[in-house]
């Protein structure tokens, strides 16, 4: 059968989703043909995560010269139907996460449209959290809940050989008589060594440039193991451990050592990386013993400079050992926030603040690159837990702090939670976005929370005698943009050049006089004598 996946994205260039790239040649093996239709290049009104990312100092500024990362002025309908007309596919699986179910319920109404014959297919978190919504929209014809690995392909073979769909576990459809039938769900997959290898080739080569330390790099998107021991509030791994149940078998998979080692050194020479991005939510939630081999084949075999995310609970000697030997090049670690009631009872993360600095000292000292991620926003935040959450990334030192806003996704405890206490209406559309904050807070406004976002690695960075400064940089008036442009003009010189350690120059004092100097000039000299001390 000609099939055509429907990637959803809608702010992030640079990665290829590991769904499809698996999915893809699995499909290919059962003898169908496979395209792509990929939304990331044509504008749907939202903010590329990149240009957010350096506009608010995450990182550096990149060099794109000879990159054209610009979206297409062209629209979802006009590039559809030339890829609908071109491609002529028999059966369309769209892969949305939930912040996409627009963008794809667009795509599915211009399918059926163009052939009513065409079968609909949703796959991943949309479908798997909010079933009832996602089908509810007649141009879908299925959803799979969870994974789809298997589902798919005896789907497939359902439409192919007159098969009944009731029988294909994971499957979700409208019922005749109305009402949404869910089939049962089959255990976890557990065999990652039985996958085909990752297969980039339907995607735009855009995909493989990702920006590190301000140059491109061509990168490549894998993960080693799947699943997550933890069960924070605000992400999926809880509502799916839910949704499966307790005998669905080990959620936490691994490949074996081999197995992966392989695959790696096959995208490492097909498409010539310099850049493994691992996307395991903890790369080092594994035993020692395997880590160790991992470390010791990786070296030796791959030896691509990597990126990976890691929880502090996690991370000791020994495995910042590994890490090392492996050429780890940047590690990312949640801090999340700074307020220990927040941290621990409304988001349920277990890592202490003493974990989370350790954690970071042990990495900085290893020469590893570090950032933390930082969740702002979240229900119960005030002003006072902002600057608690800033000065545990002051005590923990991440080279280069990363900050976004909270997102209530639906099925998550505390994404409820927000919507059931009205700091979310359920029935809006708005989505994630990079720049701005979707939950209605009585405990901080809007605005100041954006304006402290903007300027959360400043509070990070920069030396205490500057918060005033940055405070009052926050209010959205002349000087405000004056000392803002020139705060970050600082930064770009004393952290960003200097690999996310404040080290200044001998111009310094003058700038942060001209600064109070800016603020109020008869208080100068106050603040000058301020900043000697
Ligand atoms: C890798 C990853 C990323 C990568 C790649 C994202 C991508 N588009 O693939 C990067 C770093 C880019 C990323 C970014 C973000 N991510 Co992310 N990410 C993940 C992570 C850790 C793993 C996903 C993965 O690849 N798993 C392995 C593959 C094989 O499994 P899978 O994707 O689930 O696919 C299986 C099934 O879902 C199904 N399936 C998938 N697609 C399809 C399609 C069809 C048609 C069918 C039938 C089946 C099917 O079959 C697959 C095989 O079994 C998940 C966490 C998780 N536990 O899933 C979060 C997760 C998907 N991310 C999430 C979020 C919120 C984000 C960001 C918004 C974060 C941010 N603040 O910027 C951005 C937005 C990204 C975007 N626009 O795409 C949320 C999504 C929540 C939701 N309800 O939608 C998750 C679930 C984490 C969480 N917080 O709960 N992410
Ligand atoms: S540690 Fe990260 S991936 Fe694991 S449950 Fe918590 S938020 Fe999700």
New binding site residues.
């Given amino acids: 059968m000609r099939i055509l996946?429907v990637?959803t994205?809608?702010?992030?260039m640079g990665?290829k989703?590991?769904?499809?790239a698996?999915?893809a040649p699995i499909l290919r093996a059962h003898g169908h043909e496979v395209a792509l239709f990929d939304t990331t290049f044509i504008d749907t009104g939202h903010v590329d995560?990149t240009e957010d990312g350096m506009r608010v100092r995450i990182f550096k500024k990149m060099d794109w010269e000879g990159h054209d990362r610009r979206k297409k002025k062209t629209t979802i309908q006009i590039d559809l139907l030339a890829k609908l007309i071109e491609f002529r596919p028999e059966v369309v699986?769209?892969?949305a996460?939930?912040?996409?179910i627009q963008i794809g319920f667009e795509v599915s109404r211009v399918v059926k449209w163009w052939d009513s014959s065409i079968q609909i297919?949703?796959?991943?978190?949309?479908v798997?959290?909010e079933p009832g919504r996602i089908l509810e929209n007649r141009n879908i014809d299925f959803g799979?809940i969870?994974?789809?690995?298997e589902?798919?392909p005896e789907l497939l073979w359902c439409f192919q050989d007159g098969g009944d769909p009731e029988d294909v576990q994971n499957m979700a459809f409208r019922r005749d008589g109305g009402g949404i039938q869910i089939n049962p769900l089959r255990p976890y997959?557990q065999d990652l060594d039985s996958l085909p290898y990752l297969d980039w080739s339907l995607f735009d080569r855009r995909h493989l440039i990702k920006p590190f330390d301000g140059k491109p790099r061509v990168g490549g998107?894998s993960?080693i193991g799947?699943?997550?021991p933890n069960v924070c509030t605000?992400?999926?791994?809880e509502p799916?451990r839910e949704l499966y149940g307790n005998h669905a078998g080990k959620y936490m998979r691994r490949y074996s050592v081999d197995r992966i080692i392989k695959e790696l050194k096959h995208l490492r020479d097909t498409w010539g990386l310099n850049l493994i991005?691992f996307?395991d939510?903890d790369f080092t939630a594994k035993p020692d013993t395997y880590l160790a081999a991992l470390a010791e084949a990786y070296s030796r075999e791959v030896n691509v400079p990597f990126a990976a995310m890691v929880n502090a609970k996690h991370i000791n000697e020994k495995t910042v050992e590994y890490l090392k030997r492996m050429n780890c090049l940047s590690v990312s670690m949640g801090i999340e926030t700074g307020n220990t009631f927040l941290r621990k009872s409304v988001l349920k993360r277990t890592e202490t603040k003493e974990e989370i600095i350790n954690a970071f000292t042990l990495l900085n000292e290893a020469g590893i690159r570090t950032s933390s991620f930082n969740m702002l926003g979240i229900p119960h935040e005030t002003r006072k837990t902002l600057e608690e959450t800033a000065e545990l990334n002051r005590l923990a030192q991440p080279r280069f702090p990363n900050s976004?806003y909270f997102?209530p996704?639906?099925?998550?405890k505390l994404g409820d939670f927000a919507i059931q206490q009205g700091m979310f209406d359920p029935n809006s559309t708005a989505v994630?976005e990079?720049d701005r904050p979707t939950l209605t807070l009585s405990t901080i406004s809007t605005e100041e929370l954006v304006a402290f976002r903007d300027r959360f690695v400043l509070y990070v960075k920069m030396p205490k005698r500057y918060q005033k400064i940055i405070r009052r940089s926050e209010r959205n008036d002349n000087l405000g943009i004056i000392l803002t442009r020139k705060l970050f003009s600082i930064y770009d010189d004393y952290v960003l050049e200097h690999n996310g350690i404040w080290n200044p120059d001998e111009r310094e004092e003058d700038r942060i006089r001209e600064l109070c100097g800016l603020i109020t000039p008869e208080t100068t000299k106050k603040w000058n004598d301020e900043v000697k001390k």
């Fill in positions: 996946f990637w994205n809608k702010d992030q990665y989703p590991l769904a499809i698996l999915l995560d699986l769209v892969s996460l939930s912040d996409e297919i949703w796959g991943n978190k949309a798997t959290t799979c969870g994974e789809g690995i589902a798919v997959f998107d993960m799947w699943g997550c605000y992400c999926i791994n799916t991005i996307h939510e976004v997102y996704y639906k099925g998550t994630y990079q």
